[in-house]
């Protein structure tokens, strides 16, 4: 593959600390997604990304390389990584590189998450779930229509892969009523069983951030108050804790 086949990077962080947990790592985004999150904060990317600037992954690279000493690998985020052709030979490249990968997803494509698992091109995965296993409960927090099935297959390939995994719900209070959130911990708590996993990712519930959501709608939308969202994240872990506890 020629490097104008590779997916174009339309951001790129040199240092982080927050997107692999325990990890310092470098982060490049990867412009376009396939869902319209109403709370998403990355719509200039998703939506408009020839208005920001194109960076090789040559010379992402070598910002990469001159850190070496500092950085555990990459996290390839979004938008959307999945959607771009070209991913694995930019997972390959960053590979050869001598980085790991994490790398982050909206799960809407099991077989391209099943193949980059299999051909050992990522390292971590963390998965966005936006809503419990339910059609119209996910198009509600998604934007646009995506079958339940196809997000319950990404999770099946992540548990039974055994690759340190993690999944994420941004929890907006107008559109994810707390029970919707447990019922969604019930519906991994479930699958774990099903495909009888004992080590059961983590659910992190995020708050949600109104200061710039792709639907102005939102903007100014209260947030879950941080104690709130403090208890529903134990009573999410006592769920999935229960559910591992008893394989
Ligand atoms: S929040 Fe939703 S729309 Fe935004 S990048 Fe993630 S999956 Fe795509």
Same mark, same amino acid.
């Given at each position: 593959?020629?490097?104008?086949?590779?997916?174009? #990077? =339309?951001?790129?962080?040199?240092?982080?600390?927050?997107?692999?947990?325990?990890?310092?790592?470098?982060?490049?985004?990867?412009?376009?997604?396939?869902?319209?999150?109403?709370?998403?904060?990355?719509?200039?990317?998703?939506?408009?990304?020839?208005?920001?600037?194109?960076?090789?992954?040559?010379?992402?690279? !070598?910002?990469?390389? !001159?850190?070496?000493?500092?950085?555990?690998?990459?996290?390839?985020?979004?938008?959307?990584?999945?959607?771009?052709? @070209?991913?694995?030979?930019?997972?390959? !490249?960053?590979?050869?590189?001598?980085?790991?990968?994490?790398?982050?997803?909206?799960?809407?494509?099991?077989? #391209?998450? =099943?193949?980059?698992?299999?051909?050992?091109?990522?390292?971590?995965?963390?998965?966005?779930?936006?809503?419990?296993?339910?059609?119209?409960?996910?198009?509600?927090?998604?934007?646009?229509?995506?079958?339940?099935?196809?997000?319950? %297959?990404?999770?099946?390939?992540?548990?039974?892969?055994?690759?340190?995994?993690?999944?994420?719900?941004?929890?907006?209070?107008?559109?994810?009523?707390?029970?919707?959130?447990?019922?969604?911990?019930?519906?991994?708590?479930?699958? !774990?069983?099903?495909?009888?996993?004992?080590?059961?990712?983590?659910?992190?519930?995020?708050?949600?951030?109104?200061?710039?959501?792709?639907?102005?709608?939102? =903007?100014?939308?209260?947030?879950?108050?941080?104690?709130?969202? %403090? @208890?529903?994240? =134990?009573?999410?872990?006592?769920?999935?804790?229960?559910?591992?506890? %008893?394989?």
């Amino acid at each position: 593959m020629t490097t104008d086949q590779l997916p174009p #990077i =339309k951001g790129f962080l040199e240092t982080s600390l927050l997107d692999w947990p325990g990890h310092v790592c470098a982060v490049v985004f990867l412009p376009y997604c396939n869902l319209r999150c109403p709370y998403c904060h990355n719509h200039r990317l998703v939506l408009h990304p020839d208005t920001l600037e194109t960076l090789s992954l040559e010379s992402v690279l !070598a910002r990469v390389a !001159a850190r070496d000493e500092w950085i555990d690998g990459v996290c390839v985020t979004g938008g959307e990584p999945t959607i771009h052709r @070209g991913l694995p030979a930019m997972l390959e !490249a960053i590979h050869e590189a001598g980085l790991r990968v994490k790398l982050d997803t909206n799960g809407t494509q099991p077989e #391209i998450l =099943k193949h980059l698992i299999t051909k050992g091109l990522v390292d971590t995965v963390a998965m966005d779930v936006k809503a419990p296993l339910d059609d119209a409960l996910y198009e509600r927090c998604a934007g646009v229509y995506v079958p339940a099935s196809l997000i319950t %297959s990404s999770i099946e390939v992540l548990l039974r892969s055994g690759i340190p995994a993690e999944f994420r719900c941004t929890a907006v209070p107008l559109l994810l009523k707390e029970g919707e959130i447990f019922r969604l911990a019930e519906d991994l708590r479930d699958l !774990a069983l099903q495909c009888a996993v004992s080590n059961l990712p983590k659910l992190t519930i995020q708050n949600f951030n109104p200061a710039d959501p792709m639907d102005p709608a939102l =903007k100014d939308a209260a947030p879950f108050d941080e104690k709130v969202l %403090s @208890g529903i994240q =134990k009573d999410v872990d006592a769920i999935l804790d229960a559910g591992t506890g %008893s394989i």
